[in-house]
Nanobody, 122 residues
Framework: QVQLVESGGGLVQAGGSLRLSCAAS????????MGWYRQAPGKQRELVAT???????SYTDSVKGRFTISRYNAKNTVYLQMNSLKPEDTAVYYC????????????????WGQGTQVTVSS
């Protein structure tokens, strides 16, 4: 019913930049907050950044000043601009959204994308 598809990952040298995109599609009634998580090999998935429907953002400390989350509500899309990348940013990045579908407007569920690999070489 709902799909989130990420794009924009890849290989970049330390100090470089990447922009991730995540588009939600399907039987969407509304999207509340959206966010980006990441999971490095052997580590737990961690929250990177979130953005509310009104545009309020929050970031984990390790990416503050380097990453910027934004969204384009008309296209149900969230972005993550990543600058000054470091090798420790290497991970699979997942987007998610708190979404209400047209089939059950009293229920809000968290949906996940399939992930996109970001690799930062030193």
């Amino acid at each position: 019913q709902v799909q989130l598809v990420e794009s924009g990952g890849g290989l970049v040298q330390a100090g470089g930049s990447l922009r991730l995109s995540c588009a939600a599609s399907g039987s969407i009634f509304s999207i509340n907050s959206m966010g980006w998580y990441r999971q490095a090999p052997g580590k737990q998935r961690e929250l990177v950044a979130t953005i509310t429907s009104g545009g309020t953002t929050s970031y984990t400390d390790s990416v503050k000043g380097r990453f910027t989350i934004s969204r384009y509500n008309a296209k149900n899309t969230v972005y993550l601009q990543m600058n000054s990348l470091k090798p420790e940013d290497t991970a699979v990045y997942y987007c998610n959204g708190l979404i209400t579908t047209v089939h059950a407007i009293s229920i809000t569920l968290r949906y996940w994308g399939q992930g996109t690999q970001v690799t930062v070489s030193s």
